[in-house]
């Protein structure tokens, strides 16, 4: 597996990008991917949701071979609470030094926001992990040829420019889950067009296997 995972992220070093919202991978390892996520062993026993479309499964696929425990309890953590019942705030999942957050929040980003460059963001360190259990989050992430850094790295996040007509944009409901790996620079908490703004989200700062 280690030699697998390797070989993938060297492919990953010569491979042209495909496209430019996240980071591309060969077929070979997209493949692979998309089998082991059929086949369900990262779930252990978890059944409330599936990665969202958007989710860079081969990114999903190598990360969690590098760290599998610490996926493993996530998802056991995740099938065992009740996550309309918990209250709001942190919670520690135990056994790791993960911290589940609970938001109960709106969205709040607007077209208008998107246009004067608010909002983006990126990670090295953590993984984003988020999870709508109750409304609808709105998602925008950028284009990487024509987003550039606007500050220096700090506390684990980068900001961006951008332009907003360069940007994907997507939703998350409940039964689905999204993933922000470090090659994801995203913007959350984009308005929908639902009448409410309000979501219940958790947001869990996964580790990053470099």
Not at 102 to 124: F, P, Q
Not at 133 to 156: I, M, N, Q, W
């Amino acid at each position: 597996m280690k030699t697998l995972i390797l070989a993938a992220s060297l492919l990953l070093a010569s491979a042209a990008h495909a496209q430019t919202y996240t980071n591309q991978y060969p077929k070979e390892v997209q493949k692979l991917a998309a089998k082991w996520l059929k086949k369900g062993e990262w779930r252990h026993g978890f059944t409330k949701a599936v990665p969202a479309p958007t989710v860079n499964i081969a990114e999903f696929y190598l990360q969690y071979h590098k760290n599998p425990e610490q996926w493993k309890a996530l998802f056991q953590w995740l099938e065992s609470t009740d996550l309309l019942a918990i209250p709001g705030g942190k919670h520690p999942i135990p056994g790791t030094n993960l911290t589940v957050s609970v938001e109960d929040s709106e969205n709040w980003c607007s077209d208008a926001d998107l246009r004067e460059g608010k909002g983006s963001e990126s990670h090295w360190q953590k993984i984003d992990f988020m999870y709508v259990v109750k409304g609808k989050e709105g998602f925008a992430r950028l284009d990487h040829d024509t987003s550039t850094p606007k500050a220096d790295y700090k506390k684990d996040r980068l900001e961006y420019t951008f332009l907003a007509d360069r940007l994907e944009r997507f939703e998350s409901i409940p039964g689905t889950f999204n993933i922000m790996f470090p090659c994801d620079w995203h913007v959350a908490k984009v308005k929908t067009s639902d009448p409410s703004q309000q979501l219940r989200v958790l947001v869990i700062k996964m580790d990053n296997a470099f």
